[in-house]
């Protein structure tokens, strides 16, 4: 019966998408937009074929991706262990924490060139720029999942003799894994805009620079090509951690996981 019921949720969501791009395309022929403003479906499908077997997409889908990964990687860690520290210790969620969403507020767009200046005009720019945007995510997951541990389970661990060590892995970390990879979620769709940003600002290489150039020469379908090949880097990344959660994560609906904003 789920089966059913999944499989008639998919045909309703291609059917959705069908439906648009039909509306997109008789739009465009019929009403005659131009391809400068809004391109029709067939011609962005053309102009993603056309990258593909050009061969023009790859070296900067490869630069974009070690971007990501690498950048996704670095920042989940981080907010991993930063979490966990600011989390299980109260002097340094006081001290450090106002800093950290201090330094959230600034906007990664206006910083970036700094990190440019830094870290040159290379891919460590980009992982660095995609780090930060993924860290806050994560931090915040974990804060939110250790401080939702159950207070009563965790006087009884401590009054059975638990150490920090075995609190920690047996219960605060089993507890807190739904919101951290709800935070999970956040920050692999977030790793593709980070990325983007730094090639935007500056790059040799990658999708972000590939757009930059298509815009100059008002190749709007090719622009448009792009965009679906950064859409499946993030529809990709963001199902592997799906798929992470429901092993992991087992013992909780899917449907009833909170989402951290």
Sequence with gaps: M???VNIAHRLQSLGVIVTVLLVWELSCRLVGISSLILPAPSAIL???VDLILTGTIWPHLAATL???LSGFGLGVVAGLVSGAVISLVPAV??????YVVALQTVPKIAIAPLFIIWFGYGVASKIVITALVCFFPV???VMAGFHSTDRDQLDMMKAFGATRM???LRLRLPSALVLIFAGLEIAAVMAVIGAVVGEFVGAQQGLGYLITALNFSLDVPGVFAVLIFLSLIGISLHTIVRAGARRYV???RREQTPIVT
């Design 46 to 48: 053309v102009r993603f």
């Design 250 to 252: 087992f013992w909780i």
């Design 66 to 68: 070690t971007a990501v």
């Design 166 to 168: 075995q609190i920690l």
């Design 139 to 141: 931090l915040v997951s």
């Design 93 to 98: 969620e006081r001290l450090v924490y106002p």
């Design 2 to 4: 789920k089966a059913r």
